[in-house]
Structures are given as C-alpha cells and as structure tokens.
C-alpha cells in the first residue's frame, strides 16, 4: 500500500537559510499535518490542512509557512533558520472523515549548523 | 510533554517478557492513539482505541483505556527483539470537522534483550 512520502529525508542547512519540505499523503487522503521532533522529545504539532484550506495552527514559528497544492501535496517553508530548528519533520495525513489515525511518512531530519 | 507522560519513560526486558507502558493525559479526550518510532525513524500507528472503549487488541497488543482515570496502558505479550523501539501514546481531543491534531506523551525507550 501507498505510504506517505516525504523529501528531502536529510538536508543541512546553515542559520539564516531558507528551507522547503515536501510531503505527499496516502491518495485519496483529505488531510495532512505536520509535526517537529526534537532530539530527544516527543513530535509536537505544527499545522494541518484539510481539503487544502489550513485547518488548525499550533506552534509554528512565524517564521515558517506551509500550503497544500491543488494535488494536496503540501510543503512547509522555513526561513531563517536556527540552530534550534534542527529537528525530524514529519507529515501524516489522514482519511479523515473515515477514521482519526494518521499515518506519518519516515520524516524529514534537518540539521541547522 | 504539555498532554501527558507515560511512565516508564525506559522499559528493559528478556525476549518472551510482557511490557507494559502506561500514559497519562490531562483533557478530554476522543480517541487515544499508540505509536512505535525505531530510533530517528517515522512513527508507525499500532492501535487507536476509542474514548468510549475500555479495551482493544490487535495481535500481541492489548490498550486499555480508563477515561476516569485519564490514563492508558499498551501491553506487548511475548515480546521479541525487534520489538525494542520508543513507544508513544497520542490523544486528539474534541470532535472536530476538518482534521484532529494529535498530542504525544513523552514516550517509553523499550529494549527488549535476546
């Protein structure tokens, strides 16, 4: 079965870069989130869209920005890059008006130097 | 974690042992979600238990869910070595209509020794 397909799987990036993760949600899927795990912590909630309208917000810093096309694949921009935004990035997505799981792609790990 | 903690944050056991993971969580909650991560790897969903419900399995897996208590526990029968991952449990809170994030206990390290 199709998974949720992130990429880049590594990049490195130095302070004050910009950044674009992609992410591309099981077909058929209707709602995407985006998730940031810090070494050694527990994913903390970003952003979701659903139906490609932004559904909710959490915390994101402002200095980063998402969208989802037309094709409901999705893409998180970050700028200004910090060192304390090294970190895995995973999107999930979901069926939601069949079912609450979400199922996560194998994520994103970005290393600020 | 600002949800919820599981204890024990580290479990290590013999291969064929039981584990058992608890979570606690402080809202309201709808669905209550376990997930395994192997090391800096993506999370993978093992069960979603319903706040209505109080118990479910899958396999080697049994949750539990006491909404009084506002707690869970995950417990793997005969584990075996590739069973060793960090293990999360995730709440979503009310119903909503348009997507249901979800909020992740602080996770328990399980090594499971051959």
């Known amino acids: 079965a199709a998974g949720v397909i992130q990429s880049p799987r590594h990049l490195i990036k130095e302070k004050r870069e910009t950044a674009t993760l992609k992410c591309y949600p099981i077909?058929?899927?209707?709602?995407v989130y985006w998730y940031q795990q810090g070494p050694g912590q527990d994913p903390q909630f970003l952003i979701s869209?659903?139906?490609?309208?932004?559904?909710d917000k959490g915390s994101i810093p402002d200095r980063f920005s998402a969208q989802q096309f037309s094709d409901y694949h999705s893409e998180l921009n970050m700028s200004s890059l910090e060192l304390g935004d090294s970190a895995l990035y995973f999107c999930?997505?979901?069926?939601?008006?069949?079912?609450?799981?979400?199922?996560f792609g194998p994520g994103t790990r970005l290393t600020v130097t | 974690s600002q949800q919820g903690e599981e204890d024990p944050q580290a479990l290590s056991i013999q291969e064929g042992e039981n584990a058992t993971m608890n979570c606690s969580y402080k809202?309201?909650?709808?669905?209550l979600q376990w997930y395994r991560q192997n090391s800096g790897r993506g999370l993978v969903h093992l069960i979603l238990?319903?706040?209505?419900?109080r118990e479910k399995h899958s396999g080697r897996l049994r949750v539990t869910l006491d909404t009084s208590k506002k707690s869970s526990s995950l417990l793997i029968t005969a584990s075996r070595a590739a069973d060793t991952a960090s293990y999360f449990c995730?709440?979503?809170?009310?119903?909503?209509?348009?997507?249901?994030?979800?909020?992740f206990g602080e996770g328990t390290q399980l090594t499971v020794n051959p």
């Open positions: 999930a997505s979901s069926l939601f008006r069949v079912s609450y799981e979400q199922y």
């Open positions: 077909p058929r899927h209707d709602t």
């Open positions: 869209f659903y139906e490609k309208m932004q559904s």
């Open positions: 809202t309201s909650i709808n669905n």
């Open positions: 238990i319903r706040s209505n419900e």
């Open positions: 995730a709440t979503d809170e009310v119903v909503k209509t348009s997507g249901s994030r979800l909020t």
